[in-house]
């Protein structure tokens, strides 16, 4: 899985661009990078952007409510282990 599938270019060209990318996901609050991962890991969530679709975000919630509850709260931790299962 591709966590910023946008981060993509040639350098020296479009390194800006892709720092920026980066730059734009690690500035995210600790609730939106969970959301972005499990959209990304779901594979419902292609981009920033996406996030801000009112029912892609309550769906998202709604699931990471539910992982929470089973995971005992670590949700990070489950979308790491699930997206290991996937290498």
């Known amino acids: 899985m591709n966590l ?3 981060v ?3 350098f020296p060209e479009e390194k ?3 720092l920026a990318m980066i730059d734009r996901y ?3 609050p600790p609730e939106e ?3 972005f991962r499990l959209g990304r890991w ?3 969530l292609p981009s920033f952007d996406d996030l ?7 769906r998202l919630q709604l699931a990471m409510k539910e992982m929470s509850s089973e995971a005992g ?7 790491t282990e699930l997206g290991d299962q996937c290498i």
């Open 4 to 6: 910023l599938e946008g």
């Open 26 to 28: 690690l500035a995210l």
């Open 16 to 18: 800006q661009a892709m």
């Open 33 to 35: 990078k969970l959301l």
């Open 73 to 79: 709260g670590g949700v990070g931790k489950l979308i």
């Open 8 to 10: 993509e270019g040639t």
């Open 42 to 44: 779901e594979d419902t």
């Open 52 to 58: 801000t679709d009112p029912v892609l975000r309550q």
